[in-house]
C-alpha cells in the first residue's frame, strides 16, 4: 500500500516569512495529491491539490509542487499570517476509483506575530 | 453551501457498549470514506463506499462495520467499545475522482468518541 512521510513535524516562522512543507510517497500508482489544513477541533479543509500531469500549481499565497520522479511533493506558503497557524496534512491517492486518500504524519505550523 | 454533516458531534460510551455514527454527504457525491484520528495523529482510513457498495477497506476493526443507504447517507457501527476507539471520526465525500473532473473529497466537522 502507499506510505506517505511528511516532514518537518512541527514548523515555526514569523510573519511574513516563507513556509515549506515537504512529503515523499512510495506507490507510484498515486496520481493526486491534495493538501489538508486542519484547525484544532475541525476536520481537514483542502487548500490545493495537484494531479501527476501538473508539475506545480499556484493559488494566490500557496503553491505546491510535485516531482513524479523523486515521487516527492512540497507545500509552500508565502507571506505567512498568524491565521495559517494550523496542522497541514499532505496526502496521496489515485484518481479513477474511490480510493482512499493515505495521509502523512502532519506539520504542525504556528506562524508568529 | 452544504457540507458533509456529521452525527452527533460528541459522544461518550462506556467500554462493550455500541455507538453508531451517520454521516451525511453533500448532495450528488456518490462516495463516502470514513476515517479514524486519534490525538495528534493523522487520519487513518477506515473504509469507503461508492454507489452504496464497499468500495475499499482500510484499518477497520472486525468490530466496527459500516454501509451507504439508499440516499447515500452512511453509518459506522461500533461495538464492544475498548478504550484505544476513543479518537475523532471523520467522514468525507467526493464525486469519484477521475482525471476529467475538478472534485475533491470534503470532511465533515467529525464526531468525537470518548470511550470510558
Known amino acids: 500500500g502507499e506510505n506517505v512521510e511528511q516532514h518537518p513535524s512541527t514548523l515555526s516562522v514569523q510573519e511574513g516569512d516563507s513556509a515549506v512543507i515537504k512529503c515523499t510517497y512510495s506507490?507510484?500508482?498515486?496520481?493526486?495529491f491534495p493538501w489538508y489544513k486542519q484547525e484544532l477541533g475541525k476536520g481537514p479543509q483542502l487548500i490545493i491539490d495537484?494531479?501527476?500531469?501538473?508539475g506545480e500549481k499556484k493559488d494566490q499565497r500557496i503553491a505546491v509542487t510535485l516531482n513524479k520522479t523523486a515521487k516527492h511533493f512540497s507545500l509552500h506558503i508565502t507571506e505567512t499570517q498568524p491565521e495559517d497557524s494550523a496542522v497541514y496534512f499532505c496526502?496521496?491517492?489515485?484518481?479513477?476509483?474511490?480510493?482512499?486518500?493515505?495521509f502523512g504524519s502532519g506539520t504542525q505550523l504556528t506562524v508568529l506575530p | 453551501a452544504a457540507g458533509v454533516i456529521q452525527s452527533p458531534r460528541h459522544l461518550i460510551k462506556e467500554k462493550r457498549e455500541t455507538a453508531t455514527l451517520k454521516c451525511y454527504p453533500i448532495?450528488?457525491?456518490?462516495?463516502v470514506y470514513w476515517y479514524q484520528q486519534g490525538p495528534g495523529q493523522d487520519p487513518q482510513f477506515l473504509i469507503s463506499?461508492?454507489?452504496?457498495?464497499?468500495?475499499d477497506k482500510g484499518s477497520i476493526p472486525d468490530r466496527f462495520s459500516a454501509q451507504q443507504f439508499s440516499d447515500y447517507h452512511s453509518e459506522l457501527n461500533m461495538s464492544s467499545l475498548e478504550l484505544g476507539d476513543s479518537a475523532l471520526y471523520f467522514c468525507?465525500?467526493?464525486?469519484?475522482?477521475?482525471?476529467?473532473?475538478?472534485?475533491?473529497?470534503?470532511f465533515g466537522q467529525g464526531t468525537r468518541l470518548t470511550v470510558v
Open positions: 496526502a496521496a491517492s489515485s484518481l479513477g476509483s474511490a480510493r482512499q486518500l493515505t
Open positions: 506507490d507510484s500508482a498515486s496520481n493526486y
Open positions: 495537484i494531479r501527476s500531469n501538473v
Open positions: 468525507a465525500s467526493s464525486e469519484l475522482l477521475t482525471q476529467d473532473r475538478n472534485t475533491e473529497a470534503f
Open positions: 448532495p450528488r457525491h456518490d462516495t
Open positions: 463506499f461508492y454507489e452504496k457498495m464497499q468500495s
